[in-house]
């Protein structure tokens, strides 16, 4: 079979111990960067489907990994709280209709 797509670091040891022979190869930082990308648009089309907690795990995953890649995730988690404390979340519900 056929995929032909970034998969998690243990994928291939779980198709070896299946008694499988997974083909690999090691993507260069352009590829995992573009693959990554790519990834992400896939997990939240899944969460679209499925809307649950697993899909979001699957989508925080690859955040991760993207930030991981554009400096660090101790920087996203820099970035996210000084953006949280300036504009706030979502947790109220507000739906904005329209300024004046």
Do not use: T, W
């Amino acid at each position: 079979m056929v995929y032909e797509k970034l998969v998690r670091d243990l994928i291939p040891d779980l198709i070896a111990a299946q008694g499988e022979k997974p083909n690999i190869r090691i993507l260069d930082d352009a590829e995992h960067r573009d693959c990554l990308s790519r990834k992400l648009d896939e997990e939240v089309q899944e969460f679209h489907k499925e809307n649950n907690l697993e899909e979001l795990a699957d989508i925080l995953e690859v955040v991760y990994a993207l930030a991981e890649i554009n400096g660090g995730r101790e920087e996203l988690e820099r970035i996210y709280a000084q953006k949280h404390e300036a504009r706030g979340g979502f947790s109220k519900r507000i739906f904005l209709i329209s300024k004046e």
